[in-house]
């Protein structure tokens, strides 16, 4: 059975930091890339950050480039998300997915940036 668990969202100031984190298990993580996708209130869900099976290659949408950092441990089942600088426009629930037989998604956890 495939899991995957967001955590570390939370309400945080502008210009504040949060990491998420996301655990997997289910499948051989380390084989598979994994990203990030945000939703925002009556937005449509959109891509954020992607980084691939052994960590090598990163890609991100432009509106968090060099705010945000995706990162790995494949020891650990776990990928990351760095997020620095953050404004209200990054307000969203967050979700980590990986993409293997099917796409799978984690159950999201809330990102809230308000003063």
């Known amino acids: 059975q495939v899991q995957l668990v967001e955590s570390g969202g939370g309400l945080v100031q502008p210009g504040g930091s949060l990491r998420l984190s996301c655990a997997v298990s289910?499948?051989?993580?380390?084989?598979?890339?994994m990203s990030w996708y945000r939703q925002a209130p009556g937005k449509e869900r959109e891509f954020v950050a992607r980084?691939?099976?052994?960590?090598?290659?990163?890609n991100y949408v432009d509106s968090v480039k060099g705010r945000f950092t995706i990162s790995r441990d494949n020891a650990k089942n776990t990928v990351y998300l760095q997020m620095n600088s953050l404004i209200p426009e990054d307000t969203a629930v967050y979700y980590c997915?990986?993409?293997?037989?099917?796409?799978?998604w984690g159950q999201g956890t809330q990102v809230i940036v308000s003063s």
């Open positions: 997915s990986a993409l293997a037989d099917i796409r799978y």
């Open positions: 980084i691939s099976s052994a960590g090598g290659s990163r």
């Open positions: 289910g499948f051989t993580f380390s084989t598979y890339a």
